[in-house]
C-alpha cells in the first residue's frame, strides 16, 4: 500500500478530525500513525496476568488495529467504536466479525457490557478537559471488575530529538488552530502519566500499572467489583 502523498495530508490537517480522518483512511495503515505491531505484542503480553476476558472493546478503533490484540485475548467477537465513517470502513474490510459502532468516544454508548476495555494512540485527540467524560464513558461501558488497558509508551526525555520533535509538533498544530477553522486537536504532550492516573481515578478507576519492557506500561484501570 502506498502512503499518502504531502498534498493528501494537507488537506486532512486542514479539515476537522472527523472528516480528515475520512479522507486519510484508505491509506491510514501505511501511515507512521498506525499503531505498531511491537506495541499490540507488548500489551497483549502485559496483559495475560490479568484475564482471562469474555467481551472486549477498541475505542477508537480506527482501521481495527486493536481489534487484533481483542481477537486474541477475548472469548468473544471484538466490538470497535469510531467517528469516522471512513476509518470504520476500513476496519469492517479487515474485521468482517467485528461489531463496529459510530459513535463520539465522549458519549459512548454502552452500559456494562465488557470485561475489557483498549484504546491505542488516541490520546492526542482529547482536550484535557475531555478526559472526565471519554473515561467516565469507558468506566459505565465495563462490567463490574472489568479492566480499562491503556497501554504508553516510555516518554522521551528532553536529551532525546523525539522530545523536541513531538513539542515542535504541539507547537505548530496550537497555532494552526488558533488562526484556522474547523479545529484539528491532535496533541503529544496534553496528556503526562500524573494526570491520567489522576483523571482515571477521578473517573472511579482503581489503577495500576504493568511493565512493558523495552516500551513503557501499561495502566491498568479497574472498575470496582459489585
Given at each position: 500500500m502506498n502512503g499518502p502523498t504531502l498534498r493528501e495530508l494537507a488537506v486532512q490537517a486542514l479539515s476537522s478530525v472527523e472528516r480528515g480522518y475520512d479522507l486519510l483512511a484508505p491509506k491510514f495503515d501505511a501511515t507512521p500513525f498506525r499503531t505498531p505491531d511491537w506495541m499490540l505484542a507488548a500489551t497483549i503480553t502485559a496483559l495475560r496476568e490479568h484475564g482471562p476476558f469474555e467481551r472486549g472493546l477498541d475505542v477508537c478503533t480506527g482501521t481495527g488495529v486493536g481489534l487484533e490484540l481483542l481477537e486474541e485475548a477475548t472469548t468473544e467477537p471484538p466490538t470497535g467504536v469510531d467517528f469516522s465513517a471512513g476509518m470504520l470502513a476500513q476496519a469492517r474490510a479487515a474485521h468482517p466479525e467485528a461489531d463496529l459502532v459510530r459513535a463520539d468516544a465522549r458519549a459512548l454508548p454502552f452500559e456494562a457490557a465488557y470485561d475489557l476495555v483498549v484504546s491505542f494512540g488516541a490520546l492526542g485527540h482529547f482536550l484535557p478537559e475531555e478526559r472526565g467524560p471519554l473515561f467516565e464513558g469507558?468506566?459505565?461501558?465495563?462490567?463490574?471488575?472489568?479492566?480499562?488497558?491503556?497501554p504508553t509508551a516510555r516518554a522521551p526525555k528532553p536529551?532525546?530529538?523525539?522530545?523536541?520533535?513531538?513539542?515542535?509538533?504541539?507547537?505548530?498544530?496550537?497555532?494552526?488552530?488558533?488562526?484556522w477553522r474547523p479545529t484539528f486537536v491532535m496533541y503529544y504532550r496534553t496528556h503526562p502519566r500524573p494526570a491520567l492516573l489522576a483523571d482515571l481515578a477521578a473517573a472511579g478507576f482503581t489503577v495500576e500499572t504493568s511493565p512493558m519492557p523495552g516500551v513503557g506500561e501499561l495502566i491498568i484501570a479497574r472498575r470496582p467489583p459489585g
Amino acid at each position: 500500500m502506498n502512503g499518502p502523498t504531502l498534498r493528501e495530508l494537507a488537506v486532512q490537517a486542514l479539515s476537522s478530525v472527523e472528516r480528515g480522518y475520512d479522507l486519510l483512511a484508505p491509506k491510514f495503515d501505511a501511515t507512521p500513525f498506525r499503531t505498531p505491531d511491537w506495541m499490540l505484542a507488548a500489551t497483549i503480553t502485559a496483559l495475560r496476568e490479568h484475564g482471562p476476558f469474555e467481551r472486549g472493546l477498541d475505542v477508537c478503533t480506527g482501521t481495527g488495529v486493536g481489534l487484533e490484540l481483542l481477537e486474541e485475548a477475548t472469548t468473544e467477537p471484538p466490538t470497535g467504536v469510531d467517528f469516522s465513517a471512513g476509518m470504520l470502513a476500513q476496519a469492517r474490510a479487515a474485521h468482517p466479525e467485528a461489531d463496529l459502532v459510530r459513535a463520539d468516544a465522549r458519549a459512548l454508548p454502552f452500559e456494562a457490557a465488557y470485561d475489557l476495555v483498549v484504546s491505542f494512540g488516541a490520546l492526542g485527540h482529547f482536550l484535557p478537559e475531555e478526559r472526565g467524560p471519554l473515561f467516565e464513558g469507558i468506566y459505565r461501558a465495563l462490567r463490574p471488575g472489568g479492566v480499562f488497558a491503556l497501554p504508553t509508551a516510555r516518554a522521551p526525555k528532553p536529551t532525546h530529538p523525539a522530545y523536541w520533535l513531538l513539542t515542535g509538533f504541539d507547537l505548530a498544530m496550537r497555532v494552526r488552530n488558533a488562526v484556522w477553522r474547523p479545529t484539528f486537536v491532535m496533541y503529544y504532550r496534553t496528556h503526562p502519566r500524573p494526570a491520567l492516573l489522576a483523571d482515571l481515578a477521578a473517573a472511579g478507576f482503581t489503577v495500576e500499572t504493568s511493565p512493558m519492557p523495552g516500551v513503557g506500561e501499561l495502566i491498568i484501570a479497574r472498575r470496582p467489583p459489585g
